[in-house]
């Protein structure tokens, strides 16, 4: 939907100020003149000494690498990201272009690359040098006290609430980083490993200096992009109380832990300074397997803590991962009953991943009949990529019947107040537009019968 920024990319930007004549900062989704490749190339042709890319997920991965390999050869092109710290030898081998991968978090790397360092003495990247490439050392994770918070004046475009191309309502965008790392170890997730294997310890940010980057912002809307915010109840509680104290009017979306529902002042005081939507991972209804990703909570635990958490006007949008080693198809299925009974207003099903570092891949490669593709995926001999496809579609259809999208409404307008009064009146009035793009946009995909029946009749 191209609500956030590239977070990632802004940090390394911010952090490279003052070491080049000038940096533009470009969002390649909100560039629509330079989407065709043919217009990027000239674009970057004759102004760009080094350009500097960033990969944070596999979508889209073979059309990036295609574009890369047509940049210029006296251009220095410096890839850094979640993914092509993952990808460095796949992406070497892809892309002749490519002269320097950083690894890991970037901020420290590029100023010593574009203070002209030498090569060898940087930690942290791997590097063309002829025909060979080299990995130097790894990088030593930074107190994040010490990082800049991104410098928003780099930005060439907003970040404002439009569906399929629609602008919806005058709300305006914006990501925080408050803390990076995760003190917990869930076996399925890579979040506080870097694609390194490397563990990043939970650092935190002082409360003060979250506080007063939420306050400098003009967005109305705030993700707060830490893995857990939580992860620290006092400290997110002391954050609460500064934007209280401050009367910071913004509205506050959060990844949180299930155990939120222990501090039930945490939870108060959340809601008064603006907190409403929480994305938890639930992770599945089974005992066995939540013990089998190490979650650290059962189902009895599940529905002890939403029973608490519904008393809160706030959305609850859960995370379940299907396809989990040894689960039968019966097991997966139960997933959108189960949201439907502990009372979650959304759900998000993905198929478990298995990523290069992560700690449940030698129990996968162990599992007969159980394989993992070089992208990552888990697929069996008794459930292959387009049979758990289509569980995950079943699963979505039992949670998400039509009456579920007026509760969502229903929820996010008159519990949760989300929505101001002006803003849902803005919604009504883009809805036709936005009705007519979604119905164009499915005809020229070849798919409107399809989707229609999926949606009001029966998943197929
Ligand atoms: C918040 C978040 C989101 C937000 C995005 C908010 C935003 N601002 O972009 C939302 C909810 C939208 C989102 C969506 C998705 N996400 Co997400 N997300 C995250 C999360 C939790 C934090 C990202 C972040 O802000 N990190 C903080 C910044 C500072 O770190 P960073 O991006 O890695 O950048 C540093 C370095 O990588 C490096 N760097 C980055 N770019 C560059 C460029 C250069 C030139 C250099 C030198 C260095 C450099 O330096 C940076 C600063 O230190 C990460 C997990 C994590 N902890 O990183 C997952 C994560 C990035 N997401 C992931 C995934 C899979 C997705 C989705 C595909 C989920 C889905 N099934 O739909 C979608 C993809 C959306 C899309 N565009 O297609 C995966 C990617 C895994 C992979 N191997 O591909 C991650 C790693 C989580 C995981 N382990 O599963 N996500
Ligand atoms: S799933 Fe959440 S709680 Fe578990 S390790 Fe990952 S970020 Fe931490």
Redesign the pocket.
Known sequence: MM???????E??ATSAMGLADKITLMDLRHEPDLADTEKLIAFITGRIDIL????????QFDEICQMLNRVPDNITV?????????KVEELFKACATVNII?R????E??KE?LKGKALNDILGISYRENSLIRHNPNRPLPNVDT?SAPDRSMRRNDYSFALNGIKIADISFD?V?SA?GCPFSCKF????L??LGQK?NYSARSVDSVVDEIQSLKAGVI?L???DFFADPKRAEAICDLIIKKKIKKRFMA?ARLDIAKYPTLLEKMVKAGFKAL?IGIESPHDWILKQLNKGFNQAAIRKYFKILVKYPIFYSGYFIYGNIGETEKEMLYIGQFAKEIGVDSI?C?KL?I?KFSPLRELALNSPGYHVTER?ELYSDKFSHAALKKIGRRIKFTFFKPSRYVKILWKNIFIVKFFSFKEILSFISATPRLFISVIAREMRRGRLGDSLKRTFIKNA
């Open positions: 609500l956030f920024p590239p977070t990632g990319l940090y390394v500097c890319v960033s990969i944070g997920w596999d979508r410096v890839v850094g990201g979640y993914k092509a710290t993952e950083v890991g978090e970037g901020e790397t590029i690359i990082l990501s980083l990076r997730c890579t979040f506080s870097n694609p990043r993700i992009s830490d893995d990844q994305l998000a993905n991943r990523e990552g």
